[in-house]
């Protein structure tokens, strides 16, 4: 070997040490002075998280005066993970298997959700209660971590859920109350900040609140607690006695037009809405319109008496129980011969009350009866009224001035039924329905409170009291509504058995009965209506719906202090009028 080629691998190998040595030294350097700044940043940013908090959601409470809590805010996590770190760590399978088993879940389902290869993020499960995501917290499982959430709590399950309504998974109100009120009971969002370990779990003593954002809200509403479980306690009993397709009533407090109660059978949990269907969320004491049959009645007696042109004695011929107008037959359910107006209304004459409608002539009665409130949303604060059906005069058939006012050839919801009993109740004044009192902040003050509200006066006073007396006798001796009476309290009311339109015409078997009315009936505080679609085998409404009218009215009346003796109750509002 030559020294030239001595020479070259001298200097070959003097600059491998050198590189070496340089290389070492510049790694000596970073572990002693850090890393340069921006490698800094990021790796701090791979160990911290950001995450927005949904702001706490107001409270909801029922109006009773006991401030019993309808719907709250509770303390939850979603339990997350990092797939990413878990397959890097081989320990999918046994942190599937635990997941699986703390939050009751399949564990195949749950493995399917940890497979993920170079994905980050994932939800195993949301809306853990606090006490179950600690206990999976406690496993210390690589890659598995918890983001702060609030779990919409309602401590009476299916009560009063039509009503309500419910906050869907993204925290916005889907239904009720919780949709109309949203913006008011959302809580103001804020921001949690804090650190993981290098397997992407959450160093929970770093936790930071880097913004708590605001509470949401409490809505009190008008519906009283009590009223409401005895509703649809017996809406339960009608529902199983009936085995009726379906059932709904409302309580309405006739001088304010607050509503008490209102509830629809079938109906769901609150707590489990995913597992409801579309039939069973239907609000149907406002969110359906039916044909109301004889309850109907009422308004057009009403009309007639307070234009004059009948008095309680006039006297009508009912034909023996058959009338034909215009070729068309009508028929009444008993052969009656000569009826005044106070006998037609307690016996439901379909022909006295055709005949002394076309006394009153088609743009009177269609005035009438809009200005009971039929044919329009009567503006309650809840999602989902309907408008009812009912066309104007130059569209009716030529035996609709014989129809509408026995209630057919007219579709109305259960809310405006009862709006025209609530408005003979109170001497002819028809109120704004309401389900919220009031709304206040945090801490205390109000921003919203709704007051009774005079929508406009139907009829005189002095027609009203008529009105309150002619139905009365509805519930005694010889009338449709024998069965709703309550022991110690006089009613008024009217029965509905309505058949329900079919393909060609009216079917034969299906019906819907209906019991709307007031008491005490000589100076009325509460007004109530039931329904119930298809019942069977008896389908009548004096058969049907007024027992469970007496039923609720029984135990709504002494609660109220309405029975003859009892003590005012505080719900015993003034009258209010323009």
């Not at 489990?272 to 044909?291: M, Y």
């Not at 215009?326 to 006998?343: E, I």
């Not at 044919?375 to 030529?398: K, T, V």
């Amino acid at each position: 070997m030559n020294d030239r080629g001595m020479l070259f691998r001298f200097c070959v190998m003097g600059l491998m040490m050198l590189s070496a040595t340089t290389v070492l030294g510049v790694r000596l350097a970073l572990l002693h002075l850090g890393p340069p700044e921006g490698r800094l940043a990021q790796i701090e940013r791979m160990h911290r998280f950001q995450q927005d908090l949904l702001g706490r959601r107001g409270t909801i409470q029922d109006g009773s005066g006991a401030a019993s809590l309808l719907a709250l805010d509770m303390a939850a996590d979603h339990v997350c993970a990092d797939p990413h770190v878990i397959l890097q760590a081989d320990t999918l399978i046994p942190t599937a298997s635990r997941l699986a088993e703390l939050l009751d879940l399949d564990v195949d389902a749950v493995a399917v959700k940890l497979h993920q290869p170079g994905r980050r993020y994932t939800r195993v499960r949301m809306f853990v209660p606090r006490e179950l995501s600690r206990a999976v917290v406690d496993e210390q499982l690589t890659g598995v971590f918890m983001r702060p959430a609030h779990l919409r709590y309602y401590p009476h399950g299916q009560l009063a859920c039509h009503v309500l309504g419910f906050v869907n998974h993204e925290g916005v109100g889907s239904a009720g109350v919780e949709q109309r009120y949203d913006r008011y009971l959302r809580g103001r969002p804020g921001v949690i900040q804090g650190r993981v370990d290098a397997l992407r779990r959450e160093i929970y003593t770093e936790r930071i609140v880097a913004d708590p954002g605001e509470p949401g809200h409490t809505i009190e509403l008008t519906i009283d607690q009590h009223v409401q479980l005895v509703v649809e306690r017996e809406l339960d009993a009608l529902m199983e006695s009936s085995q009726a397709k379906a059932v709904w009533a409302i309580v309405q407090h006739v001088r304010t037009g607050e509503i008490l109660a209102m509830a629809s059978r079938p109906a769901y949990d609150l707590n489990a809405f995913t597992q409801s269907s579309d039939d069973d969320r239907l609000n149907r004491a406002i969110g359906v319109n039916f044909e109301p049959g004889s309850t109907l009645k009422a308004a057009a007696f009403a009309a007639a008496l307070n234009e004059g042109i009948v008095t309680p004695e006039t006297v009508f011929d009912c034909e023996r129980g058959s009338w034909f107008y215009k070729g068309r037959a009508l028929r009444d359910v008993s052969a009656q011969g000569y009826l005044t107006v106070a006998d037609g209304i307690q016996k439901s004459s379909n022909i006295l009350t055709a005949k002394m409608s076309l006394m009153l002539g088609n743009e009177r009665l269609y005035a009438y009866l809009r200005a009971f409130g039929l044919g329009a949303p009567l503006g309650i604060d809840l999602p989902g009224e309907e408008a009812g059906i009912f066309h104007s005069p130059d569209r009716w058939y030529g035996i609709s001035p014989t129809r509408i006012p026995i209630g057919q050839g007219i579709a109305t919801t259960a809310l405006q039924v009862l709006s025209i009993y609530s408005t003979i109740a109170n001497d002819g004044y028809r109120m704004r329905p309401y389900v919220v009192r009031r709304i206040r902040t945090a801490d205390g003050e109000i921003l919203v409170e709704n007051q009774p509200s005079v929508v406009a006066r139907v009829i005189r006073p002095d027609t009203a009291a008529t009105m309150r007396a002619l139905l009365q006798r509805v519930t005694e001796t010889g009338g449709t509504g024998l069965r709703a009476r309550i022991e110690g309290v006089e009613v008024a009311g009217k029965t509905g058995t309505a058949q329900k339109p079919a393909l060609g015409g009216y079917s034969s078997t299906d019906y819907i009965a209906s019991f709307a009315g007031f008491f005490p009936a000589d100076d009325p505080v509460v007004s109530i209506i039931i329904v119930a679609d298809e019942p069977r085998p008896v389908t009548g409404g004096g058969r049907v719906a007024a027992p469970a009218f007496a039923a609720m009215g029984q135990e709504i009346s002494r609660y109220m202090g309405l029975h003859h003796g009892d003590s005012a109750s505080q719900l015993h509002y003034a009258r209010v009028t323009p």
